[in-house]
């Protein structure tokens, strides 16, 4: 079709008006007049593939098909309807009812793919279930320590605890009974393990060897036990941990 020609033809609201004299590389921007009054610029090719068929005013045509989810189950969650745009969606949503009574808005790939499957009252029961068979005792839990210990996970520094500071030393911590410690600064990165290791030996391995042996006396004597709660004290003395405790 010659330019001439492609004067004056419509493509959906839009109506073809002149050469706008711009051009978007070799293509001619042509100047079109919406339905509405607007006016908009656009190649040949958008109008005639259909990208572009108003000057905005009408929203285009999503390429997506939407799944028809309703009544799918997904876990604990029930799909009840799918939420458009019009509904204030900024991406494909669908409304849920969870077997609890609770109503949310989750998306179709967390649906779809298992990432969502309750309104979190299932996650909230687990933990639940997960406090009722821990130990905590003096701000501590026996069973994270022992994790903690076991761990072989390494952080940016290459250990847990150890945090390479600007000056290029490695900085050492440790966490116990909500207080943090810096243990001190190293340039050889095997010192700094070693000073974390000892931490733990001091602090999580004797706490949980301390508490084993409690509760061994414990079940052999309620009575006992009942009078004298489990404790374990740490206080830092010069850069070393001392250690009170009734788990002797």
């Known amino acids: ?11 959906g609201k839009l109506t073809v008006m ?39 005013c009408v929203p285009r045509p999503t390429q997506q098909k939407v799944i028809n989810l309703t009544g799918r189950r997904f876990g604990r969650l029930t799909a ?17 009812r969870c077997d609890c009574g609770k109503e949310l808005d989750v998306r179709t790939e967390n649906l779809l793919r298992g990432r969502t499957q309750s309104c979190g009252c299932w ?5 639940e279930k997960m406090h009722d068979h821990m130990h905590y005792q ?53 010192e700094a393990v070693r000073a974390r290791l000892r931490a733990e030996e001091d602090l999580h391995t004797g706490y949980i060897s301390a508490f084993e ?12 036990a009942e009078k004298n709660p489990f404790f374990y004290q740490v206080t830092r003395v010069n850069g070393d941990f001392q250690v009170h405790t ?3």
Not at 18 to 39: I, Y
Not at 123 to 127: A, H, L
Not at 145 to 162: E, I, P, Q, V, Y
Not at 213 to 224: G, H, V
Request: glycine share 10%; net charge positive.
């Open 246 to 248: 009734n788990g002797e």
């Open 123 to 127: 996650n909230r029961e687990q933990s």
């Open 1 to 11: 079709m010659k330019n001439s020609d492609f004067l004056g033809c419509r493509f």
């Open 213 to 224: 042996r409690y509760s061994e006396k414990a079940t052999a004597d309620p009575a006992w």
């Open 138 to 190: 003096n701000n501590t839990c026996v069973e994270m320590l022992k994790r903690a210990c076991s761990t072989t996970d390494k952080n940016k520094a290459g250990f847990r605890g150890l945090f390479l500071a600007k000056s290029g030393k490695y900085r050492v911590t440790i966490t116990f009974q909500k207080k943090h410690y810096t243990l001190g600064y190293y340039r050889n990165f095997d």
């Open 80 to 96: 009840l309807y799918h939420l458009s745009k019009e509904d204030g969606a900024k991406s494909s949503c669908w409304h849920c």
């Open 18 to 56: 002149e050469d706008s004299g711009q051009r978007n590389g070799n293509s001619v921007l042509w100047q079109c007049k919406c339905d509405c009054g607007g006016e908009i610029l656009a190649m040949r090719h958008q109008l005639a593939k259909g990208v572009i068929q108003s000057c905005g």
